[in-house]
């Protein structure tokens, strides 16, 4: 009586999957040891041939049956089947959908002292631009911008680690909020009236009333006193 025997698989072949990750150095106390960074990562995937013979009294054994056998460990994944090319195209496509990245529409928002580049003075610039945070598989979180410097040929975007905290400094404030409807006109009416504002502080400095706001700037009640030196933002 003959009965089929399966012969250990026998590594042919190996593929690599790229994907974006992000490598966070540890501290020598084993926490995190910052400067992340967005790397490349592969994932490997061992394919085997898998052959099956049917035991015999004598040699040689017939080969019953062959297949391969494609594996990755993380994700784990383990697809076998006879057409080698639909496997890889299976496991391909598992991965595009497990280590696919997925990216939500925020809008980064900057209020900055103006560049002035004769004189003196002062002011606000109040800017937002379109950017993506993105949750990987593993739960990382990234930033993905445009990337107004790129030549052809090159990514239109940069993807770097998401900040976590936005924060003010030097005069320089930060912030992300989703882009949603309601904040792309809530930002746009908030301009709007800025500028109303600018055109008031501009009637305080008019020429028929600048020396007397100069005189007496305690009466320009929307205007604070300026801040002392342990809060300049300079």
């Not at 028929?208 to 300079?234: K, M, Y």
Request: hydrophobic residues 40%; negative net charge; contains cysteine.
């Amino acid at each position: 009586m003959e009965t089929a025997v399966a012969t250990k698989g026998i590594l042919v072949d190996t593929w690599h999957y790229a994907h974006k990750a992000v490598d966070r150095p540890s501290a020598p106390d084993g926490g995190d040891g910052g400067g992340a960074s967005v790397t490349e990562r592969k994932v490997e995937i061992r394919v085997r041939i898998l052959k099956k013979t049917r035991e015999a009294a004598k040699a040689p054994h017939v080969t019953a049956s062959v297949s391969f056998e494609a594996e990755c460990r993380e994700p784990a994944i383990r697809i076998s089947g006879t057409d080698i090319e639909a496997i890889r195209k299976a496991v391909f496509s598992i991965l595009d959908e497990a280590l696919a990245i997925r990216w939500a529409p925020y809008l980064l928002v900057r209020v900055e002292r103006p560049h002035i580049f004769e004189g003196q003075g002062s002011g606000a610039e109040v800017t937002w631009t379109d950017v993506w945070r993105g949750t990987a598989w593993d739960g990382t979180e990234l930033l993905r911008e445009f990337n107004r410097y790129s030549r052809p040929g090159e990514d239109i975007y940069t993807v770097s680690p998401w900040p976590g905290v936005f924060t003010a400094e030097n005069g320089r404030v930060l912030a992300c909020i989703p882009a949603t409807d309601r904040n792309r006109a809530a930002m746009l009416e908030f301009v709007a009236r800025l500028d109303q504002l600018r055109k008031l502080l501009a009637g305080f400095l008019s020429p028929e009333r600048i020396q007397q706001t100069l005189a007496n700037l305690s009466g320009v009640a929307f205007l604070p006193p300026p801040a002392g030196p342990e809060d300049d933002d300079t």
